[in-house]
Nanobody, 126 residues
Framework: QVQLVESGGGLVQAGGSLRLSCAAS????????MGWFRQAPGKEREFVAR????????YYSDSVKGRFTISRDNAKNTVYLQMNSLKPEDTAVYYC???????????????????WGQGTQVTVSS
């Protein structure tokens, strides 16, 4: 497992942007695919985006596709989530997570990930 710490959340107006960062400890960061999830009050944790171990492949939920971009810097042990054109419905606590390899679980399911950060609050006002 790795230890993960998110940062970059905050309050932003609709249409604005935020960039979340997730710093990982340990020397094996590049061996993990990384994901971002979010959870709004009263709702289940929801898949947002995932990036491959090398950073060459990323995919997104339909709700954020075209607005959010996931990236990683393996030299800095950090994964990012650039969020543009934010909407009030994007308001949630955002979590980064690490998925070990190999892994046969659905990559969009929380069960595919064995390490989680503490979360960072994103609030989008209308």
């Amino acid at each position: 497992q790795v230890q993960l710490v998110e940062s970059g959340g905050g309050l932003v107006q609709a249409g604005g942007s935020l960039r979340l960062s997730c710093a990982a400890s340990g020397r094996t960061f590049s061996s993990y695919a990384m994901g971002w999830f979010r959870q709004a009050p009263g709702k289940e944790r929801e898949f947002v985006a995932r990036i491959s171990r090398s950073g060459g492949i990323g995919y997104y939920s339909d709700s954020v596709k075209g607005r959010f971009t996931i990236s990683r810097d393996n030299a800095k042990n950090t994964v990012y989530l650039q969020m543009n054109s934010l909407k009030p419905e994007d308001t949630a606590v955002y979590y980064c997570a690490a998925a070990p390899f190999p892994n046969s679980a659905d990559p969009r399911a929380p069960s595919a990930y064995d390490s989680w950060g503490q979360g960072t609050q994103v609030t989008v006002s209308s």
